[in-house]
């Protein structure tokens, strides 16, 4: 599932370049509809919105932001029920981010935006 644009995506998420790691990776998602494709154009997603240093006095997605992010987690997960595509442990992470993410709503702001969005590697 793998496409031109991974290795230019994950480069983009290394580098802190957020928004070109979300235009690469909505680019894999046309193309390789899965669950780890929307997965990862979420987290880019949520980076950018969380990195201080990209978007200054912010540190904390808004509620539209939250509620986007939401439904997208929720739709990798929906689709990983049919297709079985991720592994138990990126399950485990989606499954943590939601809850996370459902939890940080109930937060009365202001909040410190405190949710792991990227996982290490095995």
Known sequence: MFSEFNDLAF???HNK???SAI????ENMLRYPSPQMIINYTDANLMML???NNTPGSCAPSGEDLQTALRYYHSALLTDN???LLSC???KNLAAK???LEAFQKTPAPAEFR???LHPGP
């Open 23 to 26: 235009k690469f990776f909505s």
């Open 115 to 117: 949710c792991r969005i």
């Open 11 to 13: 480069d983009a998420m």
């Open 82 to 84: 049919t297709v079985n």
């Open 89 to 91: 442990d990126e399950r």
């Open 98 to 100: 939601i809850t996370c």
């Open 50 to 52: 969380t990195d201080n």
């Open 17 to 19: 370049n957020y928004t």
